[in-house]
């Protein structure tokens, strides 16, 4: 369970640590290891990247669901973001995931001003409620833009990284690709050489280095409460 930013801070350490000391016992060891071994061992990098992706976007927005019950808020507390969010969530709790999209608006109006009016305090909004209903949020398609509109969902800021964002569809495709049997680990870095892979690495650890710093300060001064007392959807 993640209680804090501290403990996400960890588990991001971890993961990077894991992944440094992997890439630098390769590193020192390529020449002693035959070509075949040394496709897979290079293409486990690709895994063990992924892996950080989808490990630090996903308890990113566990904590988040956390804070806001640990925080006992209410709906008004909430940001402008989240708050949507939590009405879309309601709408698809009660059955009405299907309606269009103009009916859908109108059902967010009233579902809107029952909250406002009511202001209850958030019970029932954990990650694991949530993703009840909001099935493949975060399943073997983190990039840059799942990460973008998850942010969107809760209101965190972009990371903006031209380059990353094409290295972290790379990444995601090469592991969905290995995770499928549409590439063979042999095949998935044949034709790659070791050191454009460390360059890969970098470019993905820097990106991650930028989000935990934009949620270190979206957590630290809690930008998933609304900064004042009505925000509009």
Do not use: W
């Amino acid at each position: 369970m993640i209680y804090s930013y501290n403990d996400l801070q960890e588990i991001f350490n971890d993961r990077v640590d894991y992944i440094e000391t992997y890439t630098s016992y390769i590193g020192t060891n390529i020449n002693d290891i035959s070509v075949k071994n040394s496709n897979v061992l290079k293409s486990n990098i690709f895994l063990m990247l992924y892996n950080l992706s989808e490990c630090i976007v996903k308890s990113t927005i566990l904590l988040l669901h956390e804070q806001i019950l640990s925080e006992s808020l209410k709906f008004l507390d909430l940001n402008g973001a989240i708050k949507s969010t939590y009405i879309d969530f309601l709408i698809c709790k009660d059955g009405f995931n299907n309606i269009k999209d103009d009916q859908k608006l109108n059902l967010r109006n009233l579902y809107c001003t029952r909250l406002e009016f009511h202001n209850n305090f958030i019970t029932d909004f954990s990650y694991a409620e949530f993703t009840k209903y909001r099935k493949g949020l975060i399943s073997g398609n983190i990039d840059h833009r799942a990460i973008v509109k998850l942010g969107n969902l809760y209101g965190i800021e972009e990371v903006k990284r031209n380059r990353e964002e094409v290295e972290l569809l790379r990444i995601k495709t090469i592991r969905n690709d290995l995770a499928h049997g549409s590439l063979s680990y042999k095949e998935c870095s044949r034709d790659i050489l070791f050191s454009k892979i460390v360059e890969l690495k970098d470019s993905i650890l820097d990106y991650f280095i930028l989000y935990m710093e934009n949620t270190r300060d979206y957590f630290s001064n809690k930008k998933f409460m609304s900064t004042s007392i009505l925000v509009p959807i």
